[in-house]
């Protein structure tokens, strides 16, 4: 941060990629193995037609949670008792000859493309429909061939759910909690280098690292819809509070704005003054990043005291550098980072413990 710096501080490194995601993968394949076994031999057992529609909806439905699982085979069976009906019907009305099935192909695909791009859960009563009409066979009844296809998919789906539900269940609100953790794990490695460039008083650039940040809360954020679908089909007890994203948001937002103003060098004078006190807050703030990411993991409790300590310093720290001779010396523009920084830090201690309490809330929802 002083003005005669001519390195800038490294932005953070990309975290590296956790050992859990592996063990995860291979229990997502284990899950999907012996669903699939299972599927086949009942579909066997049951003497299905085509009996492989159960399999490939297995293969379809099944996802990395509970709930990911659970709504993509909701989504799964409303698309295909749409389209299993709606080729039914076209079958039943039109001629069994290659050019009127081939014209009603093409307007039942444009009717169910039309529908999915409002109802994005339809977008494969295409497939359904079109399955149908140029795989049903004449001497199956029209009504018969649509409810065996709806019952196969059934199946698969039922089974998908229950795999999820048994084989060494991931529930979405874990995931979702691990991501948030995951998010504040990066906030704490970003804090920490707005913290070195701080007390060093060089620049620092973390354009990059705030970005992935961002996207990384936004990934998050949407599996927040499968932990709430999880809840509310009954398949856990627990939810997820919309507090906690929002919160995340707010304190990423104030880092970003802190990372703005750090991107200059301030005056030689207010680093020797306020450097090292501004340093500390940051890093009390980055450990209280990572203590809200164990709560979320671990459920362990957070301390929201070791936030007040390096907080006092600053504030006596900055009183005293506002009744300097050093503090007229510098500009104006320099005066208005300064007090934009110290607004900022008190705004983030705050969004911080706002997180805190939204994580202790979130053990009773």
Partial sequence: MTETASRRSEPPAPPKTSSIQTKRAAIQA?????????????????????????????????????????????DRLVATVAGAVLGGVAVFLTPHQ????????????????????????????????????????????????????????????????????????????????????????????????????????EAVSATEANIGLRQSLVAAEALLTDAQRERALWLARQGISDAIPRSLWRIRNDMTYVSHLL??????????????????????????????????????????????????????????????????SIGFRESGRLFGLDFTLRRLRQNFLDLADRIRESRVI
């Avoid at 009942?42 to 297995?58: D, E, I, M």
């Avoid at 307007?107 to 497939?127: D, E, H, K, Q």
């Avoid at 203590?291 to 005293?320: H, N, P, Q, T, V």
Wanted: overall charge neutral; charged content about 15%.
């Fill in 30 to 74: 284990l899950r999907v193995m012996i669903a699939c076994t299972v599927t086949y031999g009942l579909s066997q057992l049951l003497n299905l037609q085509q009996g492989y529609w159960a399999v490939f909806t297995v293969l379809i439905v099944m996802q990395n949670s509970v709930g990911a699982t659970a709504g993509m085979a909701v």
């Fill in 98 to 201: 290659p050019l009127p099935i081939g014209i009603a192909l093409i307007c039942v695909v444009g009717i169910t493309s039309f529908v999915s791009m409002r109802a994005p859960r339809l977008r494969n009563a295409g497939l359904t429909a079109a399955i149908v009409m140029l795989t049903h066979s004449q001497a199956v009844p029209v009504e018969v061939f649509v409810i065996d296809r709806i019952a196969e998919i059934t199946l698969g789906g039922v089974i998908g759910v229950l795999a999820s539900l048994v084989i060494l269940p991931t529930r979405s609100r874990t995931v979702v909690l691990d991501r948030f953790a995951s998010a504040l794990d990066v906030m704490a490695q970003i804090l920490r280098t707005l913290a070195a460039a701080a007390e060093k008083g």
């Fill in 263 to 328: 991107e200059a060098p301030f005056p030689a004078e207010v680093v020797a003054a306020l450097g090292p006190q501004a340093a500390q807050v940051v890093r009390s703030q980055a450990d209280f990043a990572q203590a809200c990411g164990k709560a979320l993991r671990d459920g362990s409790e957070i301390d929201s005291e070791r936030l007040s300590e390096a907080d006092s310093a600053l504030e006596a720290a900055f009183e005293a550098f506002q009744n300097s001779k050093a503090a007229q």
